[in-house]
């Protein structure tokens, strides 16, 4: 379990999809920031999470995915191991992913929802990529989620194409701001279906809940 010395219990969920000839050497040092947080000497040592159901990190040669699902007890300086993290990663990443981070608050009780709007919890989501088109394009289809998920409430899914295609519009522009005159890859693009799925972030979230 965490120490209860450290003012949060961090939690990272989520997969990345490696490039072809990673090796786990490679991983190490790019979760190095992450381990060493932990008090940890290697990855070997420190995969293992704060709590014993949960996975932990765990990377599949054969599959190339880095599957991460792992808490650690810290304070607000983990901030930093987690930038040095996805600047390492970013080198290592075969396609765009998106890494889900929850800061828990350990002094207030999950299960008192009159503490939750004094609670310090914070929630964020990190993004990874080997460049920015791919990165964007992950950005975009959980936004789309997102928003139609929320607008599903009142509207049927087949009227929000439009919606959806402003969303793209906005990230079509962004693209081509950052790309100026430089070739990084293909825009992001509309994934043409299967719109729906849970929100991220908003109120008290149970702990590991996934």
Same mark, same amino acid.
């Given at each position: 379990? !965490?120490?209860?010395?450290?003012? $949060?219990?961090?939690? *990272?969920?989520?997969?990345?999809?490696?490039?072809?000839?990673?090796?786990?050497?490679?991983?190490?040092? #790019?979760?190095? &920031?992450?381990?060493?947080? #932990?008090? #940890?000497?290697?990855?070997?040592? @420190?995969?293992?999470?704060?709590?014993?159901?949960? !996975?932990?990190?765990?990377?599949?040669? *054969?599959?190339?995915?880095?599957?991460? +699902?792992?808490?650690?007890?810290?304070?607000?300086?983990?901030?930093?191991?987690?930038?040095?993290? +996805?600047?390492?990663?970013?080198?290592? #990443?075969?396609? @765009?992913?998106?890494?889900?981070?929850? %800061?828990?608050?350990?002094?207030?009780?999950?299960?008192?929802?009159?503490?939750?709007?004094?609670? /310090?919890?914070?929630?964020?989501?990190?993004?990874?990529?080997?460049? &920015?088109?791919?990165?964007?394009?992950?950005? /975009?289809?959980? *936004?789309?989620?997102?928003?139609?998920?929320?607008?599903?409430?009142? %509207?049927? @899914?087949?009227? *929000?194409?439009?919606?959806?295609?402003?969303?793209?519009?906005?990230?079509?522009?962004? $693209?081509?701001?950052?790309?100026?005159?430089?070739?990084?890859?293909?825009?992001?693009?509309?994934?043409?279906?299967?719109?729906? @799925?849970?929100?991220?972030?908003?109120?008290?979230?149970?702990?590991?809940?996934?």
């Amino acid at each position: 379990m !965490p120490s209860t010395n450290s003012p $949060f219990e961090i939690h *990272l969920h989520g997969q990345v999809v490696l490039r072809a000839g990673v090796e786990f050497e490679q991983i190490q040092e #790019a979760l190095k &920031p992450l381990w060493k947080y #932990a008090g #940890a000497r290697s990855l070997a040592d @420190g995969a293992r999470s704060s709590y014993d159901d949960e !996975p932990g990190i765990k990377f599949d040669l *054969l599959k190339r995915t880095l599957e991460i +699902c792992w808490t650690v007890a810290g304070d607000e300086d983990f901030r930093q191991s987690l930038d040095e993290m +996805c600047m390492s990663l970013n080198e290592l #990443a075969d396609t @765009g992913a998106a890494i889900e981070v929850s %800061f828990y608050d350990t002094e207030f009780d999950e299960d008192d929802e009159e503490t939750w709007d004094e609670s /310090r919890d914070d929630f964020t989501m990190l993004f990874v990529g080997p460049n &920015p088109a791919a990165i964007m394009q992950v950005q /975009r289809d959980l *936004l789309v989620e997102d928003v139609v998920a929320m607008m599903e409430r009142h %509207f049927e @899914g087949a009227e *929000l194409t439009g919606v959806v295609a402003e969303i793209d519009k906005l990230f079509a522009k962004r $693209f081509d701001s950052i790309v100026n005159s430089l070739e990084i890859g293909k825009r992001p693009r509309g994934s043409g279906g299967g719109y729906g @799925g849970a929100g991220h972030g908003g109120g008290r979230k149970p702990r590991h809940l996934h």
